[in-house]
């Protein structure tokens, strides 16, 4: 029995509500709160006869706490899933402090306004001391952990696929494969075709913020930063064949640094096609990714903004995205003495995802771990105060309940290493 307030209805959002009311004897009553309420009703109208969970919709602008703590302090919810965007993440912490509620995302916080001059200070400070530029960290929530501690509360940082259930796999190689963790490379192939020239899977504005800036891998102890795509390697993935990939920067190689002790090398690699490649950089080129307003025929528009206006909406892609995800974690170092190899992954086809909650797999495999965490929050199987990321956790009841709600682990003890 539980009340939970989920934020958001986008893409990521529609997964992650059709599991929890799927799993309805746990999660029995369901807020869905967000900026554009119709979205909200549209799906609890979706879900109507299908579930016991009793759903009920508001309106809420994520940015303004006032606005988040009404709602908090009337609907009186044991968990707060915040599924908007990484822009809302503190604003949605500090309410929940206010209200005394527990936590959970699926990204780390990024500033909505990358000029704002009080932030950009702070974020030359951090690149300069840290090595490398990505737009988003950690230390801004990483700041909350005394007080929710003394709250406490459990903030879950990351929970989706990756950020998330990758966090999980390394958490699962050390407690059951591993003495030492050498290398840690997180692979994230998308083998899925949607039929456009061009569009992106989750939240343009965020994605495309993601893969177009510099990349960056920890390396014996700190960050090495390279020219966006300039790393590029081939991958024969599971069930979807050989594809390039290129070395992204990526939140949890962060925290991971910090929560696998002795690790030497940990990256990132995601696999992009010639076509998305080529229009990202003509995109860029003509400025059409920049995040600064211009004037256009007499009102401010930001080009990033108005191009996710043209864009198709990700949460359209379901019907006509066919193909499969492969994403895991490939594993090297010593076990009783002797050097080890392990690839851990989950392999997801778009059509099945389509079929179950009419949903393409990029928000499939984020949704239900969402859900997932949120179920260890509320039965308690995950209990630590303060501010956390899923390796920190005990990974073996979420990667049961992964198996159990559509996520299944694979696993191989002679994987192909990246070179
Ligand atoms: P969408 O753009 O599809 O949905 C975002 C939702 O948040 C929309 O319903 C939007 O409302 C709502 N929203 C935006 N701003 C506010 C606000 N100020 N107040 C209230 N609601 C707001 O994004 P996705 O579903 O694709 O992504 C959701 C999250 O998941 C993002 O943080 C993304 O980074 C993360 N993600 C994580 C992954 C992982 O593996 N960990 C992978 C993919 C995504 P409206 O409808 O009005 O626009």
Request: net charge negative; glycine share 6%.
């Amino acid at each position: 029995m539980s009340r939970v307030l989920i934020i958001g209805c986008g893409g990521v959002a529609n997964v992650a509500i059709r599991k929890c009311c799927q799993l309805d004897d746990v999660f029995t009553e369901i807020c869905i709160a967000s900026r554009t309420k119709e979205k909200c009703d549209a799906l609890k109208e979706a879900l109507k006869g299908k579930t016991k969970t009793v759903i009920t919709t508001a309106k809420v602008d994520a940015d303004k706490k006032d606005e988040l703590v009404e709602l908090i302090n009337s609907y009186k919810p044991e968990l707060v899933m915040n599924i908007a965007l990484p822009y809302q993440d503190l604003t949605i912490m500090d309410a929940c402090l206010e209200c005394h509620v527990n936590y959970m995302d699926t990204a780390n916080y990024e500033p909505e306004d990358t000029d704002d001059p009080e932030w950009r200070k702070i974020y030359e400070k951090r690149c300069k001391e840290q090595g490398f530029s990505a737009y988003f960290d950690y230390s801004w929530q990483w700041a909350y952990r005394e007080k929710f501690e003394k709250a406490g509360l459990t903030a879950l940082l990351g929970c989706g696929f990756d950020p998330g259930v990758t966090q999980a796999y390394c958490a699962y190689a050390k407690k059951h494969q591993f003495d030492e963790i050498d290398t840690i490379d997180i692979l994230d192939c998308n083998g899925g075709d949607h039929g456009y020239a061009f569009a992106t899977n989750f939240n343009p504005e965020v994605n495309l913020r993601e893969v177009s800036a510099p990349g960056s891998y920890w390396e014996n102890g700190h960050w090495v930063e390279i020219p966006a795509m300039s790393i590029k390697r081939e991958y024969n993935f599971d069930e979807v064949g050989q594809k390039d990939m290129y070395l992204l920067h990526h939140e949890e190689i962060e925290s991971l640094a910090e929560n696998i002790k002795g690790v030497k090398r940990i990256r990132f690699f995601m696999t992009f096609g010639q076509s998305y490649l080529t229009h990202m950089k003509c995109l860029e080129n003509v400025g059409m990714l920049q995040t600064t307003p211009v004037m256009f025929e007499g009102r401010e528009i930001v080009p990033i903004k108005f191009l996710k206006a043209l864009l198709p909406d990700p949460a359209s892609l379901g019907p006509r995205t066919h193909g499969k995800t492969n994403i895991g974690c490939i594993f090297t170092g010593k076990k009783d003495g002797k050097d080890k190899t392990y690839y851990i992954y989950n392999v997801c086809d778009h059509q099945e995802c389509y079929k179950e909650v009419e949903s393409q797999a990029i928000s499939y495999t984020t949704g239900v771990p969402a859900m997932c965490g949120a179920l260890m929050l509320l039965t308690g199987k995950w209990n630590t105060k303060g501010v956390h990321t899923v390796e920190e956790f005990d990974p073996d009841p979420f990667i049961d309940a992964l198996n159990k709600y559509g996520l299944p682990t694979r696993e191989n003890n002679a994987p192909v290493l990246v070179d």
